[in-house]
Structure formats: C-alpha cells, structure tokens
C-alpha cells in the first residue's frame, strides 16, 4: 500500500481533529474538504466564519462538516487566558495572553493543549517561528525531552529517507543530537523506515578534527550506549554513510556504514541544504518539517506550500497522534 494511503486507512478507522490556523487560505479549504469527503479527519477551521465559508464558495470546497472557530467569538475564550497566563507562570502578563490568544496560532494551540483538537498544521501564512513559539509555550516537551527538533521525510518511489534537524535547532549541542537522532529514529519509524541511522560529518571514524567531530562522535556513543536496540553509527561522511564500497572500508563490520537511510546533520547549515539538494536535485519529494519531542503534534508548513502538501501534512500530522 502506497504511503499516504496507509495513513489514510489507518485514520479513516478512528478520525482525530486537526486545527488549522488558517481558515479561510485556499490550500487549507481544499485539503479540509478532501479530508472531509474521506472521511479521514475531523476538521477545525480558525477564522471569521462569512470569511472562511465565502472563500470555501469561491473555490468550490466543501466544508460543510468543519467546525469553523473565530477566537473573536468563542465562549471560552477567557478560560483559555487564564489557562494561558497559568502555563506561561509569570512570565506574561494577563493582557499580553489576552493579545496572544487573539491570534489564531496561539487560539489553535490552546486547542490542542485543553483537548478540543488533537493536532494541529499551521504556517501556510505563518513563520516556522510564529507555529513553534506557541507550541513550547503550551504543549511543551514531553517528559523527559529537552528540546524540539525537526525531520524531514523524503520519498523517490519506494525509497525513504528521513533527515533531522534541518529546521529547528541552528548549531545542536551534544545534547540536542542524542535527542535529535532517538526522536528522528521514532519519526522514520512512522512512515515504515527501520532506521539505520549515520549520524554525520566531514570525518569518518577519527579521519578529521574538530569540536564538530567531537561532538557527533561522542553524540554516537552515548545513543549506541542509552539505546541499544538502535542501529546507529557515527560520526560518518556521507559517502561513508550511503556507498557500501566505501562505508565497509572506513567502517569495516559496521551495520549501518554504507546503508544509512536515516541521516543526523551536525548543524542546521549542512541539514537545510542536504534535504534541499536531495529534493531539488535527487528527485525526492521532502515533507516537513515534522516536529519532534512535543507532547501532541504540531507541525509548519512552507508558506510557499501547494494543496496537495497541506492534505499530505495533515495526513502525517495525525499518524503522529
């Protein structure tokens, strides 16, 4: 079963409620009706309704089934600033919670965080930065997670890769890339990647020096150490990582050297441009960036996205629940 039909299928059985925080964009009220025709999710449109529903007319979607929410309106709205002034523990103030949950990133999140919605997809309109924000402020990490990251899935036919972080994090500490490689391990484990994982650099097994080799050498060893049950090597270059010639030279008995198919970047520099080139010049479709370690799932569009990624995106959004 092709991937996105198997998350579909998987979905259609118990349909969870997805928010988006863009209700009245085109590319959200055509993916909000595929979803709802499918009967795949359960819909939640923020936004004024005559304004959501008068673009839903204009390009012909069908929306009938959603939920459409403006904050402006909505009865609990001030239950939802107390609860926002509770999380936030004096570091806003109850006007500047008022302002926030004005705004539909903040309104959606809130959402999630009292269980009206199960996942949310925002950024058709929104900056990576203006869906995260609320996201660490509300829903926050789950237990024993430090921080968020990102992964990225790419897909050529029946071949799958999953690349993180290549979004979040600028330059990861030590840290932050043990977290990084178990939470883009449970990623690729979603989209049915048994992961053999490389974490990367410029260095194979010693051969350069640096404190970015340090870092993901050590980064190695402690995630072989903490998860055994992981397939996991580093630190690797990336010929090391994929090309079985050269892998078994530099990295003999390995079993990940020369096999990689999920791929741990140093920093966000070498991760945006590697998923960008495997894109741009590998033929892979990229989806992401799906976001790591939160407590409910919360993704980011591009704003540059088409409909066709928004239901797709919404479809992964789910399958994270």
Known sequence: MELFESFEAKLKAEPKTIVFTEGSDARILSA??????????????????????????????????????????????????????????????????????????????????????????????????????????????????????SCFILVRDDERLAMGDCAINIDPSEDEVVETTVQTAQTAAIFGIDPRIALLSYSTKGSGKGDSVDKMRNATARVQQDHPELKVDGELQFDAAVAPEVGQLKAPGSKVAGYANTFIFPDINAGNIGYKIAHRLGGFEAYGPILQGLNAPINDLSRGCNAEEVYKMALITAAQI
């Open 32 to 149: 909000a009706s595929r979803l709802l025709a499918g009967g795949i999710l359960k819909v939640i449109l923020l936004g004024n309704p005559d304004e959501v529903k008068q673009a839903a007319a204009a390009g012909g979607f069908d929306i009938a089934a959603a939920q459409i929410i403006d904050p402006k309106t909505y009865p609990d709205f001030e239950a939802m600033v107390a609860k926002m002034v509770e999380l936030r523990k004096g570091k806003m103030t109850e006007e500047q919670c008022r302002a926030s949950m004005a705004k539909s990133n903040y309104f959606g999140t809130m959402l999630v965080k009292m269980g009206k919605a199960d996942c949310l997809l925002g950024g058709a309109t929104y900056s990576t930065a203006d869906t995260v924000r609320p996201a660490l402020q509300l829903i926050k990490c789950r237990p024993g997670v430090k921080a968020v990251s």
